[in-house]
Structures are given as structure tokens and as C-alpha cells.
Antibody
Framework: EVQLLESGGGLVQPGGSLRLSCVAS???????VSWVRQAPGKGLEWVSV???????YYAHSVKGRFTISWDNAKSTLYLQMNSLRDEDTAMYYC????????????WGQGTLVTVSS | DIQMTQFPSTLSASVGDRVTITCRAS??????LAWYQQKPGKAPILLIY???TLQSGVPSRFSGSGSGTEFTLTITSLQPDDFATYYC?????????FGGGTKVEIK
């Protein structure tokens, strides 16, 4: 059974940093995994995908500020978020898929990031 | 990037109704189109992928069709559990985009 469990969300000031984690289980470690976010009352926005250690992709809105990574030993996905802005406030979901032309077939329960002074 | 326009944004329907939601892309792509259902406070659930393939465990009253730039999600005989928000998403490459969502409400 595929399971994805996010953590690391919280309140951070504009310009600050935060690192999200997602512990994954139930699928091969070489499978693509993504971050998708949803601002309060808004729609879904894809943020980033990691296909392999040196094969990562980002939405224009976060490129240069966010970094996605994967720790094979811990089966954990990370999202390092720097230079945070008010508009980054959202529920952040970890989702299996997004690479090699695959949909998001499993999702975590999400972790809430609030950027506010 | 491929932009996805979904309509209507809100739809009022009754139990037993047939419901159709449309998703239009800004350019043609190879049917790598998915539909998701999301209920308040919950993560989305994959319903359909490759435009028309039903995800395992999804009721057969859900179906998808379309190609090129226009895709539809149809729910035949709407059930109480189907009142939710639905999103389309293209995954043709590595700049993935969602439609704005369609909220299906009780009439």
C-alpha cells in the first residue's frame, strides 16, 4: 500500500525559509514524486517533481527559490523553500507521479505553510 | 506552458442527473489528461488518466473522453458522494498544469 506522510509546515515570515518532508512507502524508490500546493480557497498548482537525483523540474513561480530532493536511505522527499512570499501560503501535498508522463495516483494528507508577518 | 481552462466553474445538479465537465487546452497534446475529485479538507483522488482510462476502484459512472484540446468528464447518475470539486490536469511533459476546478453542488 502506497503511503505518503508530509510534515514540516508552519508559520514563517516573508523572506524566511522552511523545509517540508514527505516519508514515502509502498512503491519503488526510483519512481517520480512531486509537490503540489493549494492556496486557501483556490485550485491546485504543481510545484516541483524529482525524477532522479539530477533530474528535477520546477514551476516558474518557485524556480530559483525552492529545491526538491530525495533521500533514498530514508525514503523521504524534501522541499527546501527559501525567500518565501505571501503567495506561497498554501497546503502542500506530496504526490506520487508527475514524471515520465505519469498522473498523480497517490497523495499525502498535506502540510500547511503560512507566510505572514 | 499548456494552459487548461475548465468549465463550468460551478454546477448545480440533483442526485441521478448526468453531469458533464469540460476542459480545454491552449494547445493540442497527446491525451495525457487526468481528472481528480477533491472533497473539502481532503487530498485529491485520481479518477481518470490518459483521458479515458478509469483508475482502479473508481465507480464506472465516471467516464472521460476527448482528444487534442478538448476533454470531458461525465458522471452518469450523480450520487450523493459525488458532490465535490473536480480538476483536470495535463501531464504531457514536465510543466504540469491543472484546470481551475468545477464545484458540483446540490441543486
Amino acid at each position: 500500500e502506497v503511503q505518503l506522510l508530509e510534515s514540516g509546515g508552519g508559520l514563517v515570515q516573508p523572506g524566511g525559509s522552511l523545509r517540508l518532508s514527505c516519508v514515502a512507502s509502498g512503491f519503488p524508490p526510483n519512481h517520480a514524486v512531486s509537490w503540489v500546493r493549494q492556496a486557501p480557497g483556490k485550485g491546485l498548482e504543481w510545484v516541483s517533481v524529482i525524477v532522479s537525483d539530477d533530474d528535477t523540474y520546477y514551476a516558474h513561480s518557485v524556480k530559483g527559490r525552492f529545491t526538491i530532493s530525495w533521500d533514498n536511505a530514508k525514503s523521504t522527499l524534501y522541499l527546501q523553500m527559501n525567500s518565501l512570499r505571501d503567495e506561497d501560503t498554501a497546503m502542500y501535498y506530496c504526490a506520487k507521479g508527475g514524471g515520465a508522463y505519469t498522473p498523480f495516483d497517490h497523495w499525502g494528507q498535506g502540510t500547511l505553510v503560512t507566510v505572514s508577518s | 506552458d499548456i494552459q487548461m481552462t475548465q468549465f463550468p466553474s460551478t454546477l448545480s445538479a440533483s442526485v441521478g442527473d448526468r453531469v458533464t465537465i469540460t476542459c480545454r487546452a491552449s494547445e493540442s497534446f497527446n491525451n495525457r489528461l487526468a481528472w481528480y475529485q477533491q472533497k473539502p479538507g481532503k487530498a485529491p483522488i485520481l479518477l481518470i488518466y490518459k483521458a479515458s482510462t478509469l483508475q482502479s476502484g473508481v465507480p464506472s459512472r465516471f467516464s472521460g473522453s476527448g482528444s487534442g484540446t478538448e476533454f470531458t468528464l461525465t458522471i452518469t447518475s450523480l450520487q450523493p458522494d459525488d458532490f465535490a470539486t473536480y480538476y483536470c490536469q495535463q501531464y504531457d511533459g514536465y510543466s504540469l498544469t491543472f484546470g481551475g476546478g468545477t464545484k458540483v453542488e446540490i441543486k
